[in-house]
């Protein structure tokens, strides 16, 4: 276990590799995604898919978190009544969810509010139930660690049922952008579909329909858990720590003034929110293990480690490092302020991996918090319900095991 940030540098700096150990459980559904591949493919897919993160793509990305946040407000004005706690968690899983699906396919799904249930994205939303349900049971049985038992049982069954699922429904996206397709004018509002199909090689190969449907899948997978579950955390956060809420909303309403619409422009000036936020992921990442396989034997402060040897790099660990964060369990976000963030090993800090292999959705991710803190916290005063303390649960993500119970009073 790589607990220091000197040590996890030369490992991102010299080892590209994962460890694929327990790959073979998820490929049915996510196949040679761009998390899991390995060598010239993953190389050259890496290059293919960057462009669908620039800022011009993350510019339309930005209207499609709005459009989510202004429905998850009218969710819990629906069903808070300003006074009684109400479960955060499932409610920042739906957004975050639409967000992606929305981001993948412009259809404008509601996954939120008016939800139709006889909707493709619901087929879609069904599959992913069957597949969680399928990886938490893997993840909990260790007889249920091989196929052979695994895909007997039920929900082993119900899981391929589910990896096909999902796979239809970007299969029926593909051939309906087929017949219907985007003009290049319509060039600002390319969804990710639009930039996945119209990416060229070199040679000017394009990724093929099978390619297409892993990496979208695997964007769906590597980016709505996270990002709902650093969202949670940072909530926790804020209702623990009023003055600091306080802080972030006075930010919030000079930046956006009398504005409910976040623009591009708008989300470099939250600077404060940003240090929030990131010393929220400091202290909850929630990747919690970045694992690596050694393909050559590797020196490590004169050790010799054998190469085909798995190393576990612990962001928890290297964020609590208290060589490297003083008072490490202190929530104190000016640790990131202009004059601080100096201060920090490069590698002190990574809830988003590093190197050649870090997180692809890094600012889609930031962006998409931001958003949808400034918004309620324009909207709401939130606080914990008295006595409350949170509870924690790892199951592929670091994640509140509670449903974080929250208090939304309206402010306006
Ligand atoms: C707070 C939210 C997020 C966190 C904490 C996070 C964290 C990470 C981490 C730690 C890795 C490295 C995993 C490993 O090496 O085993 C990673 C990789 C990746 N993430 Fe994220 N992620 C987040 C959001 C997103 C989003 C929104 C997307 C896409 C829409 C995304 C897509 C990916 C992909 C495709 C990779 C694999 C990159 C590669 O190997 O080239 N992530 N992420």
Redo the contacts with the bound molecule.
């Keep these: 276990m790589v607990t220091g940030p000197e040590v996890a540098q030369q490992i991102f700096n010299q080892v590209e590799s ?1 460890d694929k150990t327990f790959v073979y459980m998820v490929t049915p559904w996510l196949g040679n ?5 390995e060598g010239a493919i ?1 190389k050259r ?2 290059k293919l ?1 960057t462009p ?2 620039y800022y011009q793509s993350l510019i339309n990305f930005v209207k499609i978190m709005n459009k989510s946040s202004d429905r998850m407000i009218e969710v819990i004005n629906r069903d808070s009544n300003g006074k009684d706690p109400i479960e955060f968690v499932p409610l920042i899983h739906n957004m ?1 969810l639409e967000v ?1 699906l929305n ?1 993948i396919c412009s259809k404008g799904s509601d996954l939120q509010l008016n939800i139709d249930t006889n909707s493709r994205e619901m087929t879609y939303v069904e599959g992913l139930e069957k597949i969680r349900q399928g990886m938490e049971e893997r993840f909990s049985s260790f007889f249920s660690m091989f196929d052979i038992i695994f895909y007997r049982k039920n929900v082993g069954k119900e899981f391929a049922r589910g990896a096909k699922m999902t796979k239809q429904y970007i299969v029926s996206l593909i051939q309906e952008r087929e017949e219907n397709p985007r003009e290049e004018s319509d060039k600002s509002d390319y969804d ?1 579909l639009d930039l996945l199909t119209r990416s060229r090689d070199e040679e000017g190969n394009g990724l093929t329909q099978k390619e297409i449907i892993d ?1 979208l899948n ?7 858990d ?2 709902g ?3 949670s955390f940072v909530f926790y956060h804020l209702a623990k720590y009023p003055e600091l809420q306080e802080k972030c909303r006075e930010e919030v309403l000079s930046v956006m003034g009398g504005r409910d619409e976040i623009e591009w422009k708008d989300i470099a000036k939250f600077t404060y929110l940003t240090c929030f936020i990131k010393e929220t ?1 400091r202290l909850y ?3 919690m ?4 396989m050694l393909n050559k034997p590797f020196t490590i402060d004169g050790h010799k480690i054998p190469a085909n040897v798995s190393l576990d790099i612990s ?1 928890s660990l290297i964020h609590k490092n208290a060589k490297h964060w003083p008072d490490p369990d202190k929530f104190d976000p000016s640790r990131f302020n202009g004059e601080n963030i100096e201060k920090h090993h490069p590698y002190a800090f ?4 590093a190197g ?7 600012n ?3 962006s ?2 931001k958003i949808i803190t400034a918004k309620l916290l324009k909207k709401f005063q939130v606080s914990l319900q008295d006595g409350y303390d949170i509870d924690i649960t790892v199951k592929v ?1 670091l994640s509140p095991s509670d449903n974080l119970p929250l208090v939304f009073r309206p402010l306006w």
């Design positions: 994962k995604g761009l998390v899991f591949s993953w897919n890496r898919l669908t993160f975050t992606i981001c990710m990496e695997t964007f769906v997978f590597a980016g709505h996270t990002t579950a650093a969202s992921m990442p929630p990747v293990f970045i694992s690596k962001p990574i809830p988003f991996s050649s292999r870090n997180c692809i959705g890094q889609f991710a930031m998409e918090i993500i």
